[in-house]
């Protein structure tokens, strides 16, 4: 506005020649003008998102020790005795943050977003509503717990939000098959049909691995969850439990994040889908590293044995596996279903 404002005053259309009529001490102050930082409104959701991030990072960053922990297990984060009560306090904020933002993020979609956009914003602050109310409940086994998971209504919440959480990863599959494409090329590792199917699947069948977590609370007791797990996440992962899912809730908590600066064309989709994939291996490997290695190899684990059998027989007594996976084939099935009835329905139309 200031070098518009010469031009017309000068009646010239070169800044340059404005610029020579000028005294040293007007070019002085131009320039002054000119380098002042622009005044670019930040929203209140931008600021708490940095916010977010920086208390994220704080309590994570010290952790970042690539290696082998006590178990002999491969790690980026190692969580075996690092963590402390200040740090796990700090995990548990920074996921209620996230909540908070992601929750802020769903109301910022505008109205006429596709289902893929929309999809995309609120299993993240779905997910991230479950991780939060789950790291702060007594199934984490630190003191830093803010309520028993097995009395009511927390017993009840735990469930109700476990159950919601995962029938978003149906839903999400759902759309890869049948919803529309638009500006699904927005969203990292999932711009195209299939891609979005096989990711969509690998969540909901990883969603599958974790729900025993919660299922104690309907199926098991208060005592025998002491006894038997308990002592394990004490005896050298102390809050490596509560950490791992904040990772994990940071990992889709950033996903919307990625999504919108691709919409918005501020990143290209090569660094986009490298800024996500790179996202996903670093904060969900562990988590996943220590979920296989416990599924398959218990024994490599000081008391894993033991915390297997449990989580075996909550998944034996809730028929979890036919459940989840037979759950995931329907979804599949009906989605197709969906896909043959809108082609006989466009083949009828043209015929007629």
Request: net charge positive.
């Amino acid at each position: 506005q200031a070098v518009e404002l010469l031009k017309t005053t000068y009646e010239t259309k070169s800044l340059w020649r404005s610029i020579r009529k000028l005294s040293l001490r007007n070019v002085y102050q131009l320039m002054v003008l000119k380098n002042r930082p622009k005044k670019v409104p930040v929203s209140m959701h931008s600021r708490l998102c940095l916010v977010t991030l920086g208390v994220f990072l704080t309590a994570l960053l010290p952790l970042f020790s690539p290696g082998r922990d006590t178990n002999g297990l491969r790690t980026i984060f190692n969580l075996s005795g690092h963590n402390t009560p200040i740090t796990l306090r700090q995990m548990q904020l920074a996921s209620w943050l996230m909540t908070l933002t992601g929750a802020l993020g769903v109301l910022r979609i505008p109205p006429r977003s596709p289902p893929c956009r929309r999809l995309l914003f609120q299993s993240s602050a779905v997910c991230g509503l479950f991780i939060s109310v789950y790291t702060s409940s007594s199934l984490t086994g630190t003191p830093q717990a803010l309520f028993d998971a097995f009395s009511f209504p927390w017993n009840v919440i735990i469930l109700g939000l476990s159950l919601w959480n995962w029938s978003f990863f149906f839903r999400l599959i759902d759309d890869a098959v049948v919803g529309t494409m638009r500006n699904r090329d927005s969203i990292p590792l999932a711009e195209t049909r299939v891609p979005s199917v096989i990711l969509f699947i690998a969540f909901a069948v990883m969603a599958s691995f974790f729900n025993p977590l919660t299922l104690p609370v309907a199926v098991s007791d208060r005592a025998r969850y002491n006894a038997q797990v308990v002592p394990y996440i004490l005896n050298g992962y102390e809050g490596g439990q509560l950490s791992l899912f904040v990772a994990v809730q940071a990992a889709l908590w950033l996903a919307p994040f990625i999504a919108t600066l691709l919409f918005e064309k501020k990143i290209k989709p090569a660094k986009a889908r490298l800024f996500a994939g790179l996202t996903m291996f670093l904060l969900l490997f562990d988590g996943v590293s220590y979920a296989l290695t416990g599924l398959f190899f218990p024994s490599r684990i000081v008391g894993g044995t033991d915390v297997l059998a449990y989580f075996d027989m909550i998944v034996q007594k809730c028929y979890l596996n036919y459940v989840s996976f037979g759950l995931i084939f329907l979804t599949l099935l009906n989605a197709m279903r969906k896909v043959w009835l809108e082609k006989f329905k466009k083949t009828n139309a043209t015929l007629s």
